[in-house]
């Protein structure tokens, strides 16, 4: 009977302090492995000066560096769809294929001038095979339509997988991330500047994290895969 009283109260205890554990702090996995959470608050420029907390938090990667992971084998997608790219913001591992499909019925031309990634997949649409590119090298690389100028994503390789996007709420959730290590966490948006914070996830519960990032800098037109400009729109004026 004590020994039934003693590992109930081990249950209770364990329960309790499973329930007590506030939303969002970084804890062990059964792998060894630990996680970090917390929230992105995005800042932009308000119309009377200064800078306004934006309500869409979305679109900003954060991510963890100072270890190395091999890179997934399923290729990632970056969809073209109503003439747009999809999504915005695509974070990879270094070494991973990404899938270019072309949803729509309309041709297609995504390159990127990249020195990190310089790519030209030619002209395709809905019913053509899918074109490829592996990223080999770590970085930023905008990836353009030669066809459409609106269409604008960004591939961004990591040297593991511990990323999240956030959502409109700016929340993160990221898993995997090896524990007693110093690392950096990261966030980025485009317009802004990367902000980094150290990182070290331990088997104890630790802290929610929170993260700032402005968005204060403009998005300078692109040149198609010649560098020169894109044609003006057509005009249906009489």
């Not at 003693?6 to 996680?35: E, F, H, Q």
């Not at 959730?173 to 290590?181: E, K, Q, V």
């Not at 966030?187 to 802290?207: E, F, I, N, T, Y």
Request: charged share 20%.
């Amino acid at each position: 009977m004590a020994s039934f009283r003693s590992r109930a109260r081990l249950l209770l205890s364990a329960l309790l302090t499973a329930i007590a554990l506030p939303p969002g702090v970084a804890i062990a996995g059964a792998d060894g492995t630990g996680s970090v959470r917390g929230s992105v608050q995005l800042l932009r420029r308000s119309f009377i000066g200064g800078l306004r907390d934006n309500d869409d938090k979305s679109g900003v990667v954060v991510y963890v560096t100072g270890f190395t992971r091999v890179a997934p084998k399923p290729d990632a997608l970056l969809q073209q769809r109503k003439e747009r790219f999809d999504p915005r913001i695509l974070p990879v591992v270094q070494g991973q294929t990404v899938s270019f499909p072309n949803h729509d019925r309309i041709y297609h031309n995504v390159f990127s001038v990249s020195p990190l990634a310089t790519f030209d997949l030619g002209q395709y649409k809905s019913t053509d095979t899918p074109r490829t590119v592996t990223f080999e090298r770590a970085g930023l690389v905008p990836v353009y339509c030669n066809i459409h100028p609106q269409m604008l994503s960004y591939v961004v390789v990591l040297e593991n997988d511990a990323y999240a996007v956030t959502e409109a709420d700016g929340r993160f959730a990221i898993d995997g991330i090896p524990l007693g290590t110093d690392l950096t966490l990261n966030a980025w948006a485009p317009g802004a500047k990367r902000v980094s914070q150290p990182l070290r996830v331990d088997s104890q519960p630790g802290a929610e994290v929170q993260l700032r990032i402005e968005q204060t800098e403009g998005i300078a037109p692109h040149k198609r895969k010649d560098g020169s400009d894109y044609p003006p729109p057509p005009s249906y004026d009489d």
